[in-house]
């Protein structure tokens, strides 16, 4: 079974993402606040990772190789993250397509999914990167996923994890 993500690492995406829900909306919208410290190979490589014209198609990839690069280089996580947001957040709020709270849904599931990737790399055996999807989902819900993973003899993740394959697969 995977790991989730480090105490810091969830330390710095709940930071990242408190920051942001009690960040005064500017008459413009959202306000991403100041800008981290200038860090030129992590800006370039990251803020090219989220403008690819394959980021809807393709940004687990594309974040992956991105934070493989950087961490290969000696990059610090929490500069990987704080850099990533800080380059995701200008183009969410310039989006005016979403209302506030969709813009900073946004950015919180941004920040929590690349947190899982900066902190919560891959078992080695595995050979890919492996994201840790967070959904919500009603109590009523929940507690027939656990019915049916205990039905199966499958941990909750499992069940879910082979429920969305068969899904995919059907299609």
Not at 2 to 22: D, E, F, H, M, S
Not at 65 to 94: K, N, Q
Not at 132 to 157: N, Y
């Amino acid at each position: 079974m995977r790991r989730r993500v480090t105490l810091k690492g969830l330390g710095i995406a709940a930071g990242l993402a408190g920051a942001l829900a009690g960040t005064p909306a500017s008459s413009a919208g959202l306000d991403c606040g100041p800008p981290p410290a200038p860090h030129p190979e992590a800006d370039a490589v990251l803020t090219q990772a989220i403008v690819s014209p394959q980021l809807d198609t393709n940004a687990g990839t594309a974040f992956a190789s991105a934070v493989r690069r950087l961490r290969s280089e000696g990059v610090p996580r929490a500069v990987i993250v704080d850099h990533a947001v800080a380059a995701y957040c200008p183009l969410v709020a310039r989006d005016g397509s979403l209302t506030l709270d969709r813009q900073r849904e946004a950015v919180r599931r941004f920040a929590s999914t690349l947190t899982s990737l900066v902190y919560d790399p891959p078992d080695p055996t595995q050979g890919e990167t492996a994201f840790i999807l967070s959904l919500p989902v009603k109590p009523a819900l929940s507690l027939q996923i656990d019915a049916a993973a205990a039905k199966a003899g499958k941990t909750r993740d499992a069940w879910i994890l082979e429920a969305i394959q068969a899904r995919l697969a059907g299609d």
